[in-house]
């Protein structure tokens, strides 16, 4: 069963209390609705200054916990465009508490084959959209007081806070180039690729991955690094044009919906409900 669209969504995920809190704030006229399968709860409301309704939704932690649920809520709420907005651990010096990481790409970290001679590395990387990205780099140019970093992000299914573990060695060879490391965006890049949505994981930085952790969350960065990365989705939101059209054109209607992409003199009813004759008339047309 399908929501009716009545006007573009942008799927928001969060996994954390925390995290979702900070996209809430931006989100106003919330109305809560209930997944008829799952169960899972998201809040319906609109993004002031644009034409986008917002679905947010607090997933819980884990990879494969959010890819299950992103699929899910893709294909109940049929959105423009998913992000998946956090907190993160640095993987680089240069990278501080309070910048923000814009995922040009989400590793998935754990595939391989262990064999006699050590771990043959299976990677698996899905690649951030490029007009979200563009969308988020135009918005951070406006944003004087926000750090923000275009590189790809690792996930993984650990809290990594040794940054002299094995598995941050093994981050260091094989993905060397990843900036954050977090444990969801994989899982909904996933989900996204297989659902044909555009997609994007957007991480404040809380900690940097290390034994200083702990200190740092107690610190309220993790709060911190919410806030701004919800800063920077809702700024990029005011600036993101999906392929194929902007946001005044909304998608598809859903169940017993008639709103369809238009195109020049062509409408798009698919996906629509009619009962009765349907009858279609220009503007000017007498």
């Known amino acids: 069963m399908s929501v009716p669209d009545t006007q573009p969504t942008v799927l928001v995920l969060t996994a ?5 809190a900070a996209v809430r ?8 609705r209930t997944h008829p399968g799952d169960g899972t709860i998201v809040e319906l409301g609109r993004l002031p200054g644009t034409p986008w309704r917002i ?3 607090e997933l819980g932690e884990g990879a494969r916990n959010s890819a299950a649920l992103t699929a899910s809520l893709i294909g109940w709420l049929r959105p423009r465009a998913v992000l998946f907005v956090g907190v993160a ?3 680089k010096d240069d990278i501080g508490l309070g910048d923000v990481v814009v995922g040009t790409k989400v590793y998935a970290i754990h595939g391989g084959k262990q064999t006699p001679e050590g771990l043959l590395v299976r990677p698996e990387a899905w690649s951030g959209s490029n007009a979200l990205v563009q969308a988020a780099r135009s918005a ?3 944003m004087p007081d926000v750090r923000a970093h275009f590189k790809p992000i690792a996930t993984g299914d650990v809290v990594l806070a040794d940054d002299a573990s094995g598995i941050t060695r093994h981050i260091r060879r094989h993905y060397q180039d990843a900036a954050a490391i977090e444990m969801e965006g994989s899982g909904a890049a996933h989900a996204a690729h297989l659902g044909g949505v555009e997609a994007l994981v957007v991480r404040g930085v809380s900690d ?4 200083g952790k702990s200190a740092d969350d107690g610190r309220g960065s993790q709060q911190r690094a919410a806030e701004r990365a919800a800063v920077v989705a809702c700024a ?3 600036k993101y044009r999906p392929r194929g059209g902007g946001p005044e054109h909304p998608a598809g209607a859903g169940e017993g919906g008639g709103g369809g992409d238009r195109a020049g003199d062509h409408i798009d009813f698919r996906g629509g409900t009619f009962h009765g004759p349907v009858t279609g008339k220009r503007t000017g047309d007498d």
């Open 16 to 20: 954390l209390a925390l995290e979702y």
């Open 25 to 32: 704030a931006h989100v106003e006229e919330r109305e809560e």
């Open 55 to 57: 679905a947010a939704a």
């Open 89 to 91: 651990g640095s993987l």
């Open 140 to 142: 951070v140019r406006d």
């Open 208 to 211: 940097h991955a290390d034994a």
């Open 236 to 238: 990029l939101l005011r």
